[in-house]
DNA sequence: AGCTTTACAGATCATGTGATCAATAAGATT
DNA sequence: AATCTTATTGATCACATGATCTGTAAAGCT
């Protein structure tokens, strides 16, 4: 009778007995699911909660992570990491790649990678909370970036107005709205952001009198 | 002696004897800190250290606000408010003047008005909270700025690019962005945000062909 | 000065929350 | 099948937190 019991709970969706997975596996399961809550609930979402979602006591969390700043500490590390090819530098120098193509093929697959809710929401929520890997990542992005690129714009740079790093912070910061928009205040996007990101661009050069072939 | 107690408690910064304060005065001087307190740490922070800013128990503050939710709603009204002037629809279509001149005097109060701390961070907070005031203000600011300024560079637009509304979010993201890298992320902004939002402007206009005396 | 009103403090409740630990059972090994 | 290892649970601790309630004293009035 009791085996019938056990079956029946074996049936019953996810709440019938505890499964043993691999340490490896479950921590990354734990990680997984903690980047998904956190990023809707926001960094103060509770353990508990979380538990409930992975379908685990409250306790394995603890068993994996000594503390929930540790965990949080895992998550960020799972959002940020591997944000930033590490190929992008040469290619956005790449001159023998017209200016404009470098930068539409950056910013497609860039906006690909952050116009992604959880990423989004992690790092507003990091970012509010004065995280320290929020800062790397934007320094990260300033050297490896925006500082190559102003000198790219710099090299062919036509007319009489002389591009800053504003302007770059400008043209990314166009861009990146597009995700904020959508995935911070929740509002529709547009429908292919290939097009707006495209126009940012041209607008971009257009200032500095960059043809598109150069 | 015990007056003497009582006097050297009275020197006490703030920790002395309780300040009966009426009501009006005492419920604002609650919402102006709460401003700033819940702009710093966040919408999850707790009663008692706001409490503790204030100079006042934490019992006082459910005095004046049933649940903690009031309070916030409270706080949301204090920042949401009067942010938006109510003179802008009309001073924006108005096309005695440049439209330029229209998106420059704009777009300097605006950014006065908003690259502000407090309302930065609260706005963030809120936005990622699913707060409806958050999506009104979007939606009201849509309606009264961003329709008629589309409409304004579309009866202007000189080149062959057709303006759409992602052209008016790309330069409004562009602007504001400069406000999120200072007070979100905690970065050094412009010295005189008055230039990178006028260079933006002029981009802007570029695209569409628009002179700056149209 | 004495009285009344009520803004405020202090103690307290009920629940929430991060973290701990001994007991248990799932799965591998023999 | 019996045994061992350890991933997982359930109970629990210590403290935090929103909210309540009663008593107190500060200001206004007579």
Redesign the pocket.
Known sequence: MSEQIDKSEKTTNEGS???????KE?RQQIIDEAVRFFAEVGLSG???DLAKRL??????L??YF????DLLEAVYEKVYLGRLSADWPERLTDRSVPLRARLLAFYQEYSALIFERHWMRIFMFSGLAGADLNHRYLKHLGDVIFRPLLDETASLAQSDVCPTMEDIWNLHGGIVYIGIRQHIYCMPGPEYPEEPIAKAIDKYLLLFGIPHDA
Request: aromatic fraction near 4%; charge should be positive.
């Open positions: 007995s505890r499964r043993r997975l691999p340490p479950r509770k353990t508990r379908g685990v006591t409250q306790s394995l603890f068993n000594a503390t929930k700043d």
